[in-house]
């Protein structure tokens, strides 16, 4: 089993930035990707970027894209979030899929198999 516990969010301008970070506990193997959604009230979950293991696939949603930054760390994973707009207001998640089946629900949308509870980010105009 596989746990994940965000921290880092709250309530900032927009133009401003936030750092998250995402505690990852569990066994090493099979190896996850890590990775990062959201969800607004009213819409649906969002990917919004996710990083392989070895650091060495990096993938970001369009809408984020320039703004945000994926990184690892020990047993850890970062979201760093720069240029925050109202628009990126949301629940956000850290999740863990396997190496295995990753990028496949990464590109067709398919939950990925680990989450985390969410934490709150608000961005006001």
């Known amino acids: 089993q596989v746990h994940l516990a965000e921290a880092g969010g709250g309530s900032v301008q927009a133009g401003g930035s936030l750092r998250l970070s995402c505690a990852v506990a569990?066994?090493?193997?099979?190896?996850?990707?890590l990775g990062w959604f959201r969800q607004a009230p009213g819409k649906e979950n969002e990917r919004v970027a996710a990083?392989?293991?070895?650091?060495?696939i990096i993938e970001y949603a369009d809408p984020v894209k320039g703004r945000f930054t994926i990184s690892l760390g020990e047993n850890s994973v970062y979201l760093q979030m720069n240029s925050l707009k109202p628009e990126d207001t949301a629940m956000y998640y850290c999740?863990?899929?396997?190496?295995?089946?990753?990028?496949?629900?990464?590109?067709?949308?398919?939950?990925?198999?680990?989450w985390g509870q969410g934490i709150q980010v608000t961005v006001s105009s």
């Open positions: 569990g066994p090493i193997y099979p190896r996850r990707c």
């Open positions: 999740a863990a899929d396997p190496v295995s089946s990753w990028w496949e629900k990464w590109t067709s949308g398919g939950r990925w198999d680990y």
């Open positions: 990083i392989s293991p070895d650091g060495s």
